[in-house]
T-cell receptor
Framework: QKEVEQDPGPLSVPEGAIVSLNCTYS??????FMWYRQYSRKGPELLMYTYSSGNKEDGRFTAQVDKSSKYISLFIRDSQPSDSATYLCAMSPASGGSYIPTFGRGTSLIVHP | DVKVTQSSRYLVKRTGEKVFLECVQD?????MFWYRQDPGLGLRLIYF???????EKGDIPEGYSVSREKKERFSLILESASTNQTSMYLCATDHNWVTNTEAFFGQGTRLTVV
């Protein structure tokens, strides 16, 4: 079992829909949770990161962490065609001296007009 | 804006060649990383570096080496390229040198080994 599981999709939604992207994980030491967006033929770019449990909002994006279920989500409100990309989750522990993130495989999102 | 520049977008090399992938960052970040990205496998860490002349193996270091002679430059070396090293290679730095929660990636180098 991989430490971080992410459905590769593709997830296809109409413009304006609320999108939910998810990752599950098995390592209870993970404390930092990140979401990256990667457009085709580009490198990933950080959307946001959260520490431990709870929600964090940035514009149309909300990151949610449920540590009891080992489940994280990224919600995109009022989705736009420009949101079409691959979304990667990543997570890292907060102890042990080597905070190297583990990435999910990415979910491909297509928002059609 | 942080800039992470990889020397080539596309490379085609022959089996057995020694290949150098260069990465330069302009933000004085301590940490630098090399990943490869393959369909269905996601991002896998090859090597990382916390400081000049310092390197640590990642999850898949076999067949690769790295060099960090200057803080801003981190090179990935394929000692003898093989077809299974055909991949997208991504260099990254991280603004947060402790938690590595704010990575900045280069545009990637798509390497084809024939």
């Amino acid at each position: 079992q991989k430490e971080v599981e992410q459905d590769p999709g593709p997830l296809s939604v109409p413009e304006g829909a609320i999108v939910s992207l998810n990752c599950t994980y098995s390592n209870s030491a993970f404390q930092y949770f990140m979401w990256y967006r990667q457009y085709s033929r580009k490198g990933p770019e950080l959307l946001m990161y959260t520490y431990s449990s709870g929600n964090k909002e940035d514009g149309r994006f909300t990151a949610q962490v449920d540590k009891s279920s080992k489940y994280i989500s990224l919600f995109i409100r009022d989705s736009q065609p420009s949101d079409s990309a691959t979304y990667l989750c990543a997570m890292s522990p907060a102890s042990g001296g080597s905070y190297i993130p583990t990435f999910g495989r990415g979910t491909s999102l297509i928002v059609h007009p | 804006d942080v800039k992470v520049t990889q020397s080539s977008r596309y490379l085609v090399k022959r089996t057995g060649e020694k290949v150098f992938l260069e990465c330069v960052q302009d933000m004085d970040h301590e940490n630098m990383f090399w990943y490869r990205q393959d369909p269905g496998l996601g991002l896998r860490l090859i090597y990382f570096s916390y400081d000049v002349k310092m390197k640590e193996k990642g999850d898949i270091p076999e067949g690769y080496s790295v060099s960090r002679e200057k803080k801003e430059r981190f090179s990935l070396i394929l000692e003898s390229a093989s077809t299974n090293q055909t991949s997208m290679y991504l260099c990254a730095t991280d603004h947060n040198w402790v938690t590595n929660t704010e990575a900045f990636f280069g545009q990637g180098t798509r390497l084809t080994v024939v």
